[in-house]
């Protein structure tokens, strides 16, 4: 069983990794669309590949990459409330 505070640790890590996950795939499929599809498709493997070794690197120095069912909830939170705050960004600017 692992202690609480490093639970908190690596939650909230992966909960901010999900929120810049989010906004960075966002960003690099603006950057990727102009290319063929081939091309689309590797750069978006090698991202992928990329951010995943980021995550681990992070949880690697957090918690001796302790990984958890409520990382994975974490991230998927954190990558979704990304889009709503951009939706709700957007909705506040039209007006």
Same mark, same amino acid.
């Given at each position: 069983?692992?202690?609480?505070?490093?639970?908190?640790?690596?939650?909230?890590?992966?909960?901010?990794?999900?929120?810049?996950?989010?906004?960075?795939?966002?960003?690099?499929?603006?950057?990727?669309?102009?290319?063929?599809?081939?091309?689309?498709?590797?750069? @978006?493997?090698?991202? /992928?590949? =990329?951010?995943? #070794? !980021? &995550?681990? *690197?992070? %949880?690697?120095? $957090?918690? +001796?990459?302790?990984?958890?069912?409520? @990382?994975?909830?974490? /991230?998927? =939170?954190?990558? #979704? !409330? &990304?889009? *709503?705050? %951009?939706?709700? $960004?957007? +909705?506040?600017?039209?007006?």
């Amino acid at each position: 069983m692992i202690d609480l505070t490093l639970q908190f640790k690596l939650i909230f890590f992966s909960f901010i990794f999900g929120f810049i996950f989010s906004a960075s795939l966002e960003g690099f499929n603006k950057i990727i669309k102009k290319y063929s599809t081939i091309v689309e498709i590797l750069f @978006s493997f090698i991202f /992928i590949i =990329f951010m995943t #070794f !980021l &995550y681990f *690197i992070g %949880i690697q120095r $957090i918690g +001796n990459a302790i990984f958890h069912i409520y @990382s994975i909830l974490s /991230i998927i =939170f954190g990558f #979704f !409330l &990304y889009d *709503i705050i %951009i939706k709700i $960004i957007a +909705n506040n600017n039209k007006k």
